[in-house]
């Protein structure tokens, strides 16, 4: 078949004139079609499923009946462009609640349309050819996506086990740092499961400042915090002059599908996040955004979700260690982030995690998500279906019963 006329016509950033034409299969569609395989094979056994990335349970009750009420509500049907006022407020307000945090809820916080839309926007407000953008690997990558959109490059900051998942702001070589005009962080770290410290938030806002770059600091699973308080980078001193802090309710507040965040921080570059979205799209659903309210304002909301997840990472790691695992509890998010094994007594061996994570799946139904970025590392997220903790237990007993039928290497 000859190629549409518009084939020569797709610009470079998505593959120019290759693009649609590629044969690489990228991790997820890999993993999909392993699941689909397992499934295959081998129907009467349970797929274990620790590969879902997104929250197992519908947003709660509560917020379900405000959003009946409000969706009926004749003021709500508009244009919402940049937010409503009650959605800032509820956002400003829990900021201070949680994280001691003061923001003007009319100029220092303005809503998205989930946290991905905000990251994919940012960098429209600073980005122009040859500009670079530091990022945090491994992690989500949208943000760096679309730097390199707007002819910015994306120098990787790894983090490593050795360095305590942190990146290593003071290697970053003095050529780098003088066309870097961005900072992407994300704390708690996905996949890696780390917390921050005040003291490297302390180190980022120094480090801002020393090199005159702006901080993007993203924090959707900041209510999953399970080592020390939830921590905001706008609670250090000085963070406010040099960054934004981007939140969702996805995590924290089982409302994935809702598409409800915020950005908020420094006035002037919320200002600039707010232009830029105001060209992209004319805002959530105003009904969607009172029931977010509504949910912010709920103490036991973030509570429960933060208890369940924190529960059944304690069962995996348990769990992890019996079967030859070295992992310990994760600071955060509902991830467990653990090294990889190099193979099977008597068996394979595994040149990088995802040749493990192929393993376990097509072999064993348990599916996990490998990481070769910062070393061989297999996520195992938490996010499984199991209607309550007796299903969870059996979960686990069937998990470790398969592992323990296998003799994983970890040298
Ligand atoms: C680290 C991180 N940031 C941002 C997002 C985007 O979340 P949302 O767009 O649902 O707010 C995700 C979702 O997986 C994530 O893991």
Known sequence: MSDPYFQKLFAERIGGENYGKGTAIYKFEKIKRAKRKALADYPDRQLIDFGIGENDEMAPESVRKVMAEEINKPENRGYADNGVAEFKKAAADYMKRMFGVELDAATEVNHCIGSKTALAMLPACFINPGDICLMTVPGY???????????????????????????????????????????????????????????????????????????????AHTVLTFEGEPLSFLSVPGAKDVGVEVHSLSKGFDMIGWRIGWVCGNPLLVQAFSDVKDNCDSGQFIAIQKAAAAALASEAIPKQTNAKYERRLKKLVDMLNRCGFQCKMPGGTYFLYTKSPSGVEGGPSFANAEEASQYLITEKSICTVPWDDAGAFLRFSVTYVAADEAAEDALMEETEKRLKQISLKFD
């Open 141 to 219: 990558p949208v943000a760096g996506t679309h730097a390199a959109y707007y002819g910015g490059t994306v120098y990787k900051l790894p983090l490593l086990a050795e360095n305590d998942f942190f990146p290593d702001l003071d290697g970053i070589p003095a050529e780098v740092k003088e066309k870097a005009k961005l900072l992407v962080i994300n704390y708690p770290n996905s996949p890696t499961g780390k917390v921050a410290t005040k003291e490297f938030y302390e180190k980022v806002v120094k480090f801002a400042k020393d090199n005159n770059l702006v901080v993007v600091q993203d924090a």
